[in-house]
Structure formats: C-alpha cells, structure tokens
C-alpha cells in the first residue's frame, strides 16, 4: 500500500503561480508512474500531468500544457506540479496518483493509488 499525500494548495491570484507536492511513503516510488487530477463537483476528474519513472517522460493535458511543469524527485519520494499563469478555469481540488503500469496514462481507472487531494482556488 503506497500512502499519497498532496500539498501547496491554497489561493492565488490569476496569472500567478503554486507548486504541488506529493510525498509517497514506502520504497518502491520509483516503480511507479505518477500523475495528477483534478475535480470539481459538477465534472469528471480531469488529467492534468503524468511523468514516467525515471522522470525522463511527462505527458500534459492540452488545458496546461505549456505553463506546468511535472517533475518527481526519487530520492525524496516526491513528485510535484508546478503551475505558472493560473486561470479561474484552474479552481479545483489537485489529486496525485500512482499507476504501476509503465506507460503514461490520462486515463484515471489506470491509476492504483490516489492522495486525499489538495484544493486550489484560483481568484480572478
């Protein structure tokens, strides 16, 4: 059982900037590949970002691409999301997860494990 837990939600203005963090517990993180989610309450959880297990590949959803980063750090057992130019359309709560398949996946039902999630409201 690999434990999830997401950080550096909070508020911020549009146009600026947050960091997310996951810490995964447990030895084996670099076995995993890891994405991030995002949920309002009147849609499905969206894909935001995957990186490969050595952090040699990412895979972004169109909506962010281009101004976030997915990044992971092994050694510290920690993947994050750095988001830059934030928009309203951003407003959701943030969910790391743990896929152990190999290849990057948008796909939610891949994913094994999930983190409580992490809100971030984004003011216009």
């Known amino acids: 059982q690999v434990q999830l837990v997401e950080s550096g939600g909070g508020l911020v203005q549009a146009g600026g900037s947050l960091r997310l963090s996951c810490a995964a517990s447990?030895?084996?993180?670099?076995?995993?590949?890891m994405g991030w989610f995002r949920q309002t309450p009147d849609k499905e959880r969206e894909f935001v970002a995957a990186i490969s297990r050595s952090g040699g590949s990412t895979y972004y959803a169109d909506s962010v691409k281009g101004r976030s980063t997915i990044s992971r750090d092994n050694a510290k057992n920690t993947v994050y999301l750095q988001m830059n130019s934030m928009k309203p359309e951003d407003t959701a709560v943030y969910y790391c997860?743990?896929?152990?398949?190999?290849?990057?996946?948008?796909?939610?039902?891949?994913?094994?494990?999930w983190g409580q999630g992490t809100q971030v409201t984004v003011s216009s």
């Open positions: 997860a743990a896929d152990t398949a190999v290849g990057l996946s948008g796909y939610a039902p891949n994913y094994d494990y």
């Open positions: 447990g030895r084996t993180f670099s076995s995993y590949t």
